[in-house]
């Protein structure tokens, strides 16, 4: 996701997966969604469609507003929340707890690669949508 040509087809591959969903925002945890956020906000502009980004800090910030969410997200926003690699879904589920005084309506979760070690099965058991571009087979890892 740090190489200009590959990072350009992420962020295609991201865009398509979220065609027709009706959603504000794309974001995830910091700093493995920074380049993917960048990238589908940019095509999302080529393609002209309105999209918002934001961020999530591991912690609050220590100083200034002490807010965890980086980015003009908006109360009750139906979000996509994405992922560089996903193991187990721990840390995407961090973010979506970090949502929830938000209210932000989740409407899936997508990763670019799935390790295939439990992510399917968790996101299923706490109710979100869960979605991969390619899993760690298919890339021969």
């Keep these: 996701s740090l190489d200009s040509e590959g990072l350009a087809l992420i ?3 991201f865009l398509d997966k979220l065609e027709g969903e009706n ?8 700093i ?8 589908i906000l940019t095509l999302a502009n080529k393609r002209n469609i309105k999209l918002d980004g934001f961020l999530v800090r591991k912690q609050p910030k ?19 929340v994405i992922e560089d690699v996903t193991t187990t879904g721990g840390s995407t589920y961090k973010v979506i707890e970090v949502l929830k005084p ?9 990763t670019l690669v799935d390790r295939q070690q439990g992510a399917i099965e968790n996101f299923k058991k ?15 890892l």
Excluded: N
Excluded at 32 to 39: N, T
Excluded at 69 to 78: D, V, Y
Excluded at 102 to 110: F, P
């Design 62 to 80: 220590g100083h200034g507003t002490r807010s965890q969410i980086e980015g003009p997200l908006k109360e009750g926003s139906r979000v996509v």
């Design 102 to 110: 938000l209210k932000c309506e989740i409407v899936k979760v997508i």
């Design 32 to 39: 493995g969604a920074d380049p993917i956020v960048g990238a």
């Design 11 to 13: 962020g295609e591959f």
């Design 23 to 30: 959603i504000e925002a794309v974001g995830g945890m910091t």
């Design 126 to 140: 706490w109710g979100y949508k869960y979605e991969f571009i390619f899993t760690k087979d298919e890339l021969g």
